[in-house]
T-cell receptor
C-alpha cells in the first residue's frame, strides 16, 4: 500500500484564488481527517469523516473552507477565496477505526498564499 | 474541555543523555493516548500508544492517571532521535494533539 496520498505537495497561490487539496486514504480505512499545521497553533483538526460522512467540522475556521468525501477513496479540502493567513501545511490522515487505532498521515501539502 | 499540554517547545540534550518529553492531559473518561513523531519535513508517524505498553526505538511512555500524564522517556538519546514529538489524546473518534516538543540531540 502506498499509504495516504496527498496532492499537490506544494502549492503557491495568490490571495483570492481558489485552492483545492486532495487526499487518497488507505484502502479499507473508514475514517479520514484533515489537519492544519502552523508554528503558532501546532496541529489543528479541521474536519473528519467516518464512512464518507462528515462527523465533526467544528475546526473549520471559516466558511471559506469546505471539505468533501464523495467516496471512500477520495477527499478534497477547498479554500475559496484563499488568504495569506491560510498558509500552512495541511495533512490528511486515515484510520481503520475511530478509536484505539493510530492514524496514518500523508506527506502533507505545503500551502503558501501570497 | 479535553486538552493535551506539552509544556516544553524545545528540549535540547547531548547524545547519550536521558530524555523525558512531558505530556499532560485533561479528560473525564478513560484516555487513549499516543505519541507521534515527525522527522524533519516528513509525515507524522505513530511512535507508540499507551494500550500497547510497547517500547519503540528505545522510547517508552507510561500512563499515570493520578498525575494525568503520559511522559515519553528514553534512557540514552541518539542524534537520530532529533524530531518533533506530539502527544495525542483520542476523544470521540478524533485525535487531539498537543503543541509538540522539538527534541534536539547534540553530538
Amino acid at each position: 500500500d502506498a499509504g495516504v496520498i496527498q496532492s499537490p505537495r506544494h502549492e503557491v497561490t495568490e490571495m483570492g484564488q481558489e485552492v483545492t487539496l486532495r487526499c487518497k486514504p488507505i484502502s479499507g480505512h473508514n475514517s479520514l481527517f484533515w489537519y492544519r499545521q502552523t508554528m503558532m497553533r501546532g496541529l489543528e483538526l479541521l474536519i473528519y469523516f467516518n464512512n464518507n460522512v462528515p462527523i465533526d467540522d467544528s475546526g473549520m475556521p471559516e466558511d471559506r473552507f469546505s471539505a468533501k468525501m464523495p467516496n471512500a477513496s477520495f477527499s478534497t479540502l477547498k479554500i475559496q477565496p484563499s488568504e495569506p493567513r491560510d498558509s500552512a501545511v495541511y495533512f490528511c490522515a486515515s484510520s481503520y477505526r475511530t478509536s484505539g487505532g493510530g492514524y496514518t498521515f500523508g506527506s502533507g501539502t505545503r500551502l503558501t498564499v501570497v | 474541555a479535553q486538552r493535551v499540554t506539552q509544556p516544553e517547545k524545545l528540549l535540547s540534550v547531548f547524545k547519550g543523555a536521558p530524555v523525558e518529553l512531558k505530556c499532560n492531559y485533561s479528560y473525564s473518561g478513560s484516555p487513549e493516548l499516543f505519541w507521534y513523531v515527525q522527522y524533519s519535513r516528513q509525515r507524522l508517524q505513530l511512535l507508540l500508544r499507551h494500550i500497547s505498553r510497547e517500547s519503540i526505538k528505545g522510547f517508552t511512555a507510561d500512563l499515570n492517571k493520578g498525575e494525568t500524564s503520559f511522559h515519553l522517556k528514553k534512557p540514552f538519546a541518539q542524534e537520530e532521535d532529533s524530531a518533533m514529538y506530539y502527544c495525542a489524546l483520542s476523544q470521540g473518534g478524533k485525535l487531539i494533539f498537543g503543541q509538540g516538543t522539538e527534541l534536539s540531540v547534540k553530538p
